[in-house]
């Protein structure tokens, strides 16, 4: 099993960065998939970004191409979510998920509210 705890949220203005940590339990984490997700009241929980389990390869939501980066750092069981130019759409709960193959756990999550 695996725990995850997202850091990082908060309050930043529009054209700001961020960067939220998702840190993993475990001696198995860097055999998952990861990946954060957003979402905000009354609408589904929306994929952002995955990073593959040795970090080689990585995907994006459109809406974030370009502004935000996944990165992982195995060795410290943490997974990280570069956002910059941001913007009053990007606020939402930010979660992180572990995949590996039908197995898969979701983080608690971390507001991030973009306002001036």
């Known amino acids: 099993q695996v725990q995850l705890v997202e850091s990082g949220g908060g309050l930043v203005q529009p054209g700001g960065s961020r960067r939220l940590s998702c840190a993993g339990s475990g001696s198995t984490f860097s055999s998952y998939t990861m990946s954060w997700y957003r979402q905000v009241p009354g609408k589904e929980r929306e994929l952002v970004a995955t990073i593959t389990s040795d970090g080689g390869s990585t995907n994006y939501a459109n809406s974030v191409k370009g502004r935000f980066t996944i990165s992982r750092d195995n060795a410290k069981n943490t997974v990280y979510l570069q956002m910059n130019s941001l913007a009053p759409e990007d606020t939402a709960m930010y979660y992180c998920?572990?995949?590996?193959?039908?197995?898969?756990?979701w983080g608690r999550g971390t507001q991030v509210t973009v306002s001036s």
């Open positions: 998920k572990a995949r590996r193959s039908s197995e898969y756990y």
